[in-house]
């Protein structure tokens, strides 16, 4: 599997804890994702499985163009209020990779601009 794709697959994977975390929490679903979550989680998987800058992007928030579509992205935006600050209780070693990855985004960006 090449790079790309790992990160691809990442992605994906960092997303959908994300959103089982708050459909658990918010909406008290034992299994599974409730449907709207669910849909929401679908998306995002087809959106990162279609994404043309996921060789030079680190996160969709730091994206010049914003692909999802407005609905979607009030949906995606509220379940990473909710769940960014609980994932390093639930998801610790990710959530440390996600910090270290956007520091030095942030660093790269600065330092272009």
Do not use: W
């Not at 918010?26 to 709207?36: D, N, V, Y």
């Not at 087809?46 to 999802?68: E, G, I, L, R």
């Amino acid at each position: 599997m090449n790079n790309i794709e790992e990160k691809r697959q990442h992605e994906k994977e960092i997303v959908t804890c994300m959103i089982q975390l708050c459909c658990h929490k918010k909406h008290h679903t034992k299994e599974g994702l409730c449907p709207s979550c669910q849909e929401l989680n679908q998306y995002a998987i087809h959106q990162s499985d279609h994404c043309p800058f996921m060789a030079t992007k680190t996160f969709c928030s730091n994206c010049k163009v914003h692909c999802y579509k407005p609905e979607m992205r009030a949906k995606i935006k509220e379940v990473m209020r909710f769940s960014g600050p609980r994932m390093l209780f639930h998801y610790p070693t990710a959530t440390v990779k996600h910090l270290i990855e956007s520091i030095k985004e942030k660093h790269r960006l600065e330092k272009s601009s």
